[in-house]
């Protein structure tokens, strides 16, 4: 990583302090809204009660939701500020890897941060990214919300949305896409209404999806749906529960 | 409560979203940091894992902090931006009803902050409020994070410390003071130094601290050492650990 951060890589908290530094500087940037930064601090509170780590299931989960992008007609992954912020790169070389589009889809939309996120996508090397057109709506929700690109999610049949907000989350659940979500809260109702619910950090989650990507870049359809059908998606969120409850509280 | 708000009062997450709107309000006045934001996402998390109410075990700590207060020849409420934010008139309803001394201390000090808590904590009733002669130093901690006033935090035997960085807490307990912590995760370094830690939120916590107070204002020396006396903060940790790790996620 090529990012100036005072913290030498084998700091114990050199992950969560990188995390810090991307979020601030995506305030700097107008990527990052007030509601981003408290919702950063709820996510590192999970994770802290997670232990900072892929547990086994979240793992299984981001090779399921994967297998989804393989299988996709057409995959999309939205981008908000926070994940724009903090996973930039992580998101491009996902696309690459799965041949999904990026589309920049804000709770708090204006037009400002919008540009600022697509300009911050392109200089980590994004090549077409979606959301400014904003031409279709996601039904159910209020004019701003539920705006879209026509030809981006409204047209998804599988839509990964990391850190996303629980009624468009329900939402776009509701349009019959398969949902993949990154939420490290599994009581959400954005990770209750997933078809694949991922408990996991998205700067650990999204690089640990491209590895299976390249792994399953062979796979045939058949192997792709024996992943995919084999999920528990409700096993997934107890296994979450289950490791936050048992978390060290140090 | 005065503010403007447009939730109404019956309003299942009325509480919620009132510190959400004070923490924002807080923003623009120059007192919450960004640090504060994430900060207050962390403590979302925590509270709602503990159900959003304050505890038994918590209502004890409360009770035996609030008689700690009372017992002190000097005690100091300690405020820093998030506290000045979320709990101002709550701050110096319980310097009021226990005697206490209002100091602004902050990890990120900058004399505009500073000001602005004053002004803001002044705003809301306070009369003296210490911090800006800065003219002493909690050993152990860099210049500009170790400042304190000499008549106060410096010189008091007993300290609140509400959502403290656990750097300071551990400084201050280290000058032998009495400390009560308010923080909702009972791992933190903050909690864990504390002579008496209060896992709960402080919009709860000030104001049955203060009812406290008016409770126990006739009680003699006996009777407040004798509460004092028998409280283990080891169990209250414990306590709160238990809550959060069987606590509803929804």
Redesign the interface.
């Known amino acids: 990583m090529s990012e100036h951060v005072d913290v030498p890589a084998d700091h114990p908290r050199y992950e969560s302090l990188l995390t810090?530094h991307r979020?601030?500087a995506g305030?700097d940037k107008g990527i990052t809204s007030?509601q981003g930064?408290?919702?950063?601090?709820?996510?590192?509170?999970?994770d802290?009660l997670l232990g900072e780590r892929t547990t086994p299931s979240a793992d299984e989960a981001e090779r399921v939701a994967t297998a989804h992008l393989l299988l996709a007609d057409h995959a999309v992954l939205s981008v908000n500020g926070n994940v724009a912020a903090l996973a930039p790169r992580e998101t491009v070389e996902l696309a690459e890897a799965t041949g999904a589009d990026i589309e920049v889809n804000l709770f708090n939309r204006t037009e400002e941060r919008m540009q600022a996120i697509v300009d911050h996508l392109r200089e980590h090397g994004a090549g077409e990214v979606k959301g400014l057109n904003a031409d279709a709506r996601i039904p159910g929700l209020s004019h701003e919300r539920g705006k879209v690109d026509s030809d981006g999610i409204h047209d998804a049949d599988v839509v990964l949305v990391p850190l996303e907000d629980g009624d468009r989350a329900e939402a776009l659940a509701d349009m019959g896409k398969i949902e993949l979500v990154v939420d490290l809260?599994?009581?959400s109702r954005s990770a209750r209404s997933a078809t694949v619910p991922i408990v996991d950090n998205i700067v650990r989650a999204l690089p640990n999806m491209t590895e299976h990507a390249r792994e399953l870049a062979d796979a045939d359809e058949a192997t792709l749906r024996g992943i995919v059908e084999n999920f528990d998606a409700e096993k997934a969120l107890d296994d979450a529960?289950r490791e936050i409850?048992?978390g060290?509280?140090?």
């Open positions: 810090r979020i601030e305030v007030r930064l408290i919702a950063q601090g709820r996510g590192e509170a999970f802290y809260n599994p009581g529960e409850r048992s060290s509280f140090e």
